[in-house]
């Protein structure tokens, strides 16, 4: 029997018997950060190759998002969209101008920007495109991940996800994930919207096929549906590119971002699209109380801002290169498959030497912060301040981990 508990086992004790058990995190309690860096309550130093699911693209307190959102506490965080502010026309202008769109619509979280595109499709589906009142149709992709929200998780193929959620949102029609025929098939007079992911993240970073993008966009022009692309995670530098839609060359309809736009510090999300697209909202039909709030658009302009030199988009290309070579030197030696784009990996391990939740907390042993997808799959998404060495780290201590379990 141990004697006395250690300051980590009491603060996950507290946490524990304080909150909803509505998520199962991994033993480590983080009490400071920088950079691709955490320190937890014991002062073990960790490498953070999660990066809260891209919401940390630029790096834990990044100095220039740090610096924007210090001084705006010091003017006014939040007037609500009763009034204006001094920061809502600059933020929008420059995020749609990244974008190369008209317009933006703010909300907080990713689920809300997710909640917002679909009535944003289904309004534009009964007033533009003419479908019938109450029977609009959004095709979405097996696999996917678009939040938590009830309508959200009506179209999940996650049991996990939906069991006793019921009754569901009605309105979509759910089709294999990089099946551009599937989705011509699927689309018929009622349908206003094709939502995907460019990658899906938490299915394990699953890249679509080669073309499958700019299939989906040929398909949407022709038939006159919505390409909502959902780039809450693939977007704003990750994969190398400020969307990862560009790798095909694909721009969507509407752009839904989230994580990386508040910079880390604070829920920032948006919908981006042409005005014949966003121009169907008008007052009172939409909103939030947080939507757009002077603190988070200081945030998100220190992002748009970080994003429009490009050199966040370079590093992660040149970052991601050396991350998936140093990786494939592990296939065969203990992982099946590696998959991905940019600074962003999905690792399959062989399921019989260990799951993604053994391999993510034996890396906790050795001082790398992953998180397992699903099953045997762990996800790699370092902050994009990351260096080489860090990257060598990382992966030096994977092969570690595979090779004690006798890979
Ligand atoms: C995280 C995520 C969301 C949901 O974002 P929240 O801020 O957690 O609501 C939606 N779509 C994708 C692709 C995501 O990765």
């Known amino acids: 029997m141990t004697t006395h508990a250690t300051r980590t086992d009491d603060a996950i004790a507290l946490a524990e018997r304080s909150t909803a058990h509505n998520y199962h ?4 309690v983080v009490t400071e950060a920088e950079g691709a860096w955490v320190t937890d309550v014991e002062g073990r130093r960790y490498l953070d190759f999660l990066a809260a699911y891209s919401a940390v693209n630029f790096g834990h307190r990044n100095p220039e998002i740090v610096a924007a959102v210090k001084a705006q506490l010091d003017r006014v965080t939040l007037t609500s969209r009763a009034f204006h502010h001094d920061l809502l026309g600059p933020f929008a202008r420059e995020l749609a101008d990244l974008a190369g769109k008209h317009l933006v619509l703010p909300m907080n979280t990713g689920a809300e920007a997710v909640e917002t595109g679909l009535k944003v499709a289904r309004k534009w589906g009964y007033e533009v495109k003419g479908v019938p009142a109450d029977r609009a149709t959004v095709i979405v992709a097996e696999g996917n ?9 009506s179209f999940s193929t996650d049991p996990v996800a939906r069991t006793h959620f019921g009754p569901f949102t009605p309105g979509f029609e759910v089709v294999p994930y990089g099946d551009a025929t599937a989705i011509a098939d699927a689309i018929d007079e009622t349908t206003v919207a094709v939502l995907v992911e460019p990658i899906q993240g938490e299915s394990g970073v699953v890249v679509p096929p080669a073309g499958y993008l700019s299939q989906v966009r040929q398909l949407c022009d022709a038939r006159q549906v919505l390409f909502v692309a959902d780039e809450i995670q693939s977007g704003l530098g990750r994969t190398g590119t400020t969307f990862a839609c560009e790798h095909e060359g694909v721009v969507p309809d509407l752009y839904l971002l ?20 966003l121009g ?12 757009g709030n002077p603190l988070a658009c200081a945030a998100g302009r220190a992002v748009v801002a970080m994003l429009s030199t490009g050199h966040w988009q370079r590093a992660a290309a040149e970052l991601g290169e050396h991350l998936h070579s140093r990786l494939s030197e592990l296939v065969g030696r203990g992982v099946v498959g590696v998959r991905g784009r940019g600074l962003w990996a999905g690792v399959d391990i062989d399921p019989a030497l260990m799951t993604g939740r053994e391999a993510s907390e034996a890396l906790i042993g050795e001082g ?10 762990i996800r790699l ?27």
């Open 25 to 28: 995190p991994l033993p480590v």
């Open 368 to 377: 790398i912060l992953v998180k397992d997808t699903h099953g045997s799959t």
């Open 280 to 291: 169907v909202i008008h007052p009172g039909e939409h909103g939030s109380t947080f939507g």
């Open 145 to 153: 991940f678009h939040g938590r929200t009830i309508s959200v998780v």
């Open 381 to 407: 998404a370092p902050p994009l301040v990351v260096t080489r060495d860090e990257i060598d780290l990382a992966v030096d201590a994977l092969g570690r981990v595979l090779s004690a379990r006798g890979a």
């Open 258 to 277: 989230g994580k990386a736009l508040g910079g880390g510090v604070v829920p920032v999300s948006a919908v981006v699209g042409n005005r014949d697209v």
